[in-house]
């Protein structure tokens, strides 16, 4: 019997529902139409709904037990969902959700069953064997919190006979001396998560007012130099820097940053409104990403996008 219960959904926008089955982490991206079946007690529907299911189940979308990743060794501990930054395209805060922080004991939880789980990956070089990324929301916002994460689970590797590292994904605007000389002391890398020179970066990455926030990573780098060119900076890319790459690389570098990696736009939390405006317009050009849109009149094989189970590493 298929437990419908135990799906989560989320509306991605251009007419997909990302579903994901809570306990084994099996996903499937399905298109609305399928949505609309899975919950239909219409007759009419109960054989193109048979055959969804099957379809679903064959994915491991439905009744897959759960089985501990065999090669886990990142850990993402979401440290708070509050943030002092309102970026127009945060994936992270979904309508509904309350500005909560982790607690202690569900951070230690959660590592304790990494540290159970993990292994340093078999490539010849140094690694650890888990590594902890404390993210939010703004993590700094608790950095209390992220020294008491730290000191205990530097204990808990050791008990387990394993290392762990640690990494703050930041906006850095928060940053100050306690953090750190914290950070030096307790061997705590940081990412920046930037898009660029001003006129890039304060497209969408603004203050809750609509301000932009480019002069307060310049604050941090004017005030700690050395501490902020060890960063690694993080770009989201969206349809308005997509074309500036280039620009962009060549800024950090020329801020002393030497380490600069990029993650794709996604139509999730906030940024799902910036998706649903831009796909009531036509396309700029094509996407690859469009290619993955269904229309409700498809046929049930053509209803289940794509389907992945949640990577760990
Ligand atoms: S994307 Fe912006 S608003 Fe969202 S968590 Fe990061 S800094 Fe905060």
């Given at each position: 019997m298929v437990n419908v219960n135990s799906l989560s959904s989320v509306d991605v926008g251009l007419g997909?529902?990302?579903?994901?089955n809570r306990t084994s982490g099996r996903w499937a991206v399905v298109a609305h139409e399928a949505m609309r079946l899975l919950h239909s007690t219409e007759t009419a529907d109960a054989?193109?709904?048979?055959a969804l299911l099957e379809q679903l189940a064959a994915k491991g979308v439905f009744n897959a037990p759960y089985s501990p990743p065999a090669n886990l060794n990142t850990l993402i501990l979401k440290v708070t969902k509050k943030c002092n930054y309102g970026c127009k395209y945060c994936y992270d805060l979904e309508?509904?959700?309350?500005?909560?922080?982790i607690k202690l004991e569900t951070a230690m939880a959660a590592i304790?069953?990494?540290?159970?789980?993990?292994?340093a990956p078999n490539t010849g070089l140094v690694h650890p064997d888990l590594g902890v990324i404390l993210h939010g929301?703004?993590?700094?916002l608790r950095f209390d919190l992220i020294k008491q994460?730290?000191?205990?689970?530097?204990r808990l590797a050791k008990e387990y006979g394993k290392t762990v590292s640690f990494s703050v994904q930041s906006n850095l605007s928060l940053l100050n001396d306690d953090m750190v000389q914290f950070s030096y002391e307790n061997d705590l890398a940081w990412g920046v998560s930037m898009d660029g020179p001003p006129e890039i970066n304060d497209k969408f990455r603004v203050l809750h007012s609509g301000r932009g926030t480019y002069s307060y990573f310049d604050r941090a780098l004017e005030k700690y130099p050395d501490f902020v060119r060890k960063c690694g900076v993080m770009t989201t890319v969206t349809s308005a820097t997509e074309d500036h790459l280039l620009q962009i690389a060549r800024h950090f570098r020329d801020c002393g940053l030497s380490v600069w990696k990029w993650s794709l736009f996604q139509s999730l939390g906030v940024a799902r409104k910036m998706a649903a405006r831009r796909s009531s317009t036509p396309p700029r050009r094509s996407t690859p990403h469009g290619t993955l849109c269904a229309t409700p009149s498809r046929p049930v094989s053509s209803m289940v996008l794509k389907s992945v189970r949640c990577s760990t590493t």
């Amino acid at each position: 019997m298929v437990n419908v219960n135990s799906l989560s959904s989320v509306d991605v926008g251009l007419g997909k529902t990302f579903l994901i089955n809570r306990t084994s982490g099996r996903w499937a991206v399905v298109a609305h139409e399928a949505m609309r079946l899975l919950h239909s007690t219409e007759t009419a529907d109960a054989e193109p709904r048979r055959a969804l299911l099957e379809q679903l189940a064959a994915k491991g979308v439905f009744n897959a037990p759960y089985s501990p990743p065999a090669n886990l060794n990142t850990l993402i501990l979401k440290v708070t969902k509050k943030c002092n930054y309102g970026c127009k395209y945060c994936y992270d805060l979904e309508a509904d959700d309350a500005w909560i922080d982790i607690k202690l004991e569900t951070a230690m939880a959660a590592i304790d069953e990494a540290l159970r789980l993990a292994h340093a990956p078999n490539t010849g070089l140094v690694h650890p064997d888990l590594g902890v990324i404390l993210h939010g929301g703004e993590p700094t916002l608790r950095f209390d919190l992220i020294k008491q994460i730290v000191i205990e689970g530097r204990r808990l590797a050791k008990e387990y006979g394993k290392t762990v590292s640690f990494s703050v994904q930041s906006n850095l605007s928060l940053l100050n001396d306690d953090m750190v000389q914290f950070s030096y002391e307790n061997d705590l890398a940081w990412g920046v998560s930037m898009d660029g020179p001003p006129e890039i970066n304060d497209k969408f990455r603004v203050l809750h007012s609509g301000r932009g926030t480019y002069s307060y990573f310049d604050r941090a780098l004017e005030k700690y130099p050395d501490f902020v060119r060890k960063c690694g900076v993080m770009t989201t890319v969206t349809s308005a820097t997509e074309d500036h790459l280039l620009q962009i690389a060549r800024h950090f570098r020329d801020c002393g940053l030497s380490v600069w990696k990029w993650s794709l736009f996604q139509s999730l939390g906030v940024a799902r409104k910036m998706a649903a405006r831009r796909s009531s317009t036509p396309p700029r050009r094509s996407t690859p990403h469009g290619t993955l849109c269904a229309t409700p009149s498809r046929p049930v094989s053509s209803m289940v996008l794509k389907s992945v189970r949640c990577s760990t590493t």
